[in-house]
């Protein structure tokens, strides 16, 4: 156990963020450095639980306990050994992740939790600085060979699963880069891509192949595929945007988050010097309250928008814990991430109903600009919406709460409904489950025969931990279909769900 005493002598403490105004001015990640002794009395806080229900939180089955008690003990390096033992990518999940061990953590039933998530971040960032982390190339080849078909977390967790255990492992991505929304979801402040190609470059250096600029189904066909692989991981994540369709949805200026942020990303990584799609100046409602709306939010800040509105069709949810989402359940509570903390107003219980162009019929036209010539839509220039209550699971409109938001920039963040139809699944034939997503077996297996599904191609829209953890499980699933049996670990089943 850690420091026996650790939870009764020292109180929690997170790392803290830069100061606005010095932080979005530029896209450097927000959190300042940790003090490495703050941080190993913050390990010794962890009471080495019986039944460490942290990692029931966890679905990659994290050694939490030991590695806070490595840590106390100023064994980094075996911390970091224990660390990438369940997980590939810690450095990820310890910027990423919304931490459910932390909510599931026993010591947050009647104090602060552990700080179980800096701890990870800590010991990656401290394995890499050290040296620590090096390729780990196969020490045989099975001469089997594997196409893993997306370079998200899931991809990567499975494709580098698959290379070290002996298997010729080529990932394919329609993208230019690898990294999925890791690169060009996720922006800057929250992970800075240096982490990523970090990673990349050990993935290659250990013999993974990656083919960019691929799209799988197009470029190479389903047929195509079959034939130059033994067995194939879909893992194409969750891509169909959800829609709005409301009257003037057509007009100019509305925009999806991830025809937005990709943009934003291509300007940090130096592509672009500027987006096309920019916020400076201009009025921005951000409709969606989730985490994809306050990247949406943290990006138009430091693009310089004049205005920010965050909308959410939901209440506004409780400061603590409600009596029926208790212990250790990750419950929805009111949080202030660090954009929110940077600027913008957000609206709750509000509905669209419709966006107003510029040239609309006794519309005096923007205060900002003119409208679009004839050749394209209107321009936006604001956004009609209503309150409304929720009663009995339905949200009824409130009579006389109409009101217009002045906005020339909108931007959709309202999740994602599944995977895209294209030809690679038509080609290949797969069967879809009632949500929409590939359908799969226990054993990842999609209704074709070596073909496998991880990440939120297959679970829908998810998080980066469940990401890993599929891929790392459909590794083991698809060396098992390959070798006829498999030693790496399966960290959860396709059925689990988180603890909601
Ligand atoms: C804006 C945003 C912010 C998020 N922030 C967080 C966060 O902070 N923490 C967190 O835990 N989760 C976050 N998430 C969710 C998380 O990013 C996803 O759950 C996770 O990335 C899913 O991983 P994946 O590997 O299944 O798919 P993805 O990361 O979506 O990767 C799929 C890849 O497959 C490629 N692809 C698709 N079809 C083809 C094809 N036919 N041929 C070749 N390539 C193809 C795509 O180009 C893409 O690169 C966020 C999501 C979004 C949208
Ligand atoms: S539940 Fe909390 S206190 Fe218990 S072992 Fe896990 S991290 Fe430590």
Sequence with gaps: MADPKGFLTTPRQTPVRRPVDVRIKDWREVYARFDRGKLEGQAGRCMDCGIPFCHTGCPLGNLIPEWNDLVWRHDWHEA????????????????????????????????????????EVEIVDRAWGEGWVQPSPPVISTGKSVAVIGSGPAGLAAAQQLTRTGHEVTVYERADRPGGLL????????MEKRHLDRRLAQ????????????????????????ASHDAIVLAGGSTVSRELPVPGRELAGIHQAMEYLPLANRVTQGDLAESPITARGKNVVIIGGGDTGADCLGTTLRQGAASVTQLEIMPRPPGTRPGHQPWPTYPMIYRVS?????????????????????????????????????AGPAQVRALRLIEVELSGGRFEPVAGTEREIACELVLLAMGFTGPERGPLLTGLGVEFDQRGNVARDEAYATSVPG????????????LIVWAIAEGRSAAAAVDRYLSGDTALPEAILPTARPLL
């Design 80 to 119: 970091a050994e224990r660390l990438h033992a369940t997980n590939n990518f810690p450095e990820f999940t310890g910027r990423l992740c919304p931490a459910p061990c932390e909510t599931a953590c026993v010591l947050g039933i009647n104090a602060d939790p552990v700080t179980i998530k800096q701890v």
């Design 183 to 190: 690169r060009y979801g996720i922006p800057e402040f929250k």
């Design 203 to 226: 993935m290659r250096a250990e013999g993974t192949l990656f083919r960019c600029g691929v799209t799988a189904g197009v470029d190479i066909t389903a047929d195509q595929l079959r």
């Design 338 to 374: 660090s954009a929110h903390e940077e600027g913008g107003d957000r609206v709750y219980s509000v509905s669209t109903q419709e966006f107003v162009g510029a040239a609309d019929p006794g519309d005096p036209g923007p205060a900002s600009g003119p409208a679009s010539g004839p």
């Design 451 to 462: 073909v496998f599904t991880a990440g939120d191609m297959g679970r829908g829209q998810s």
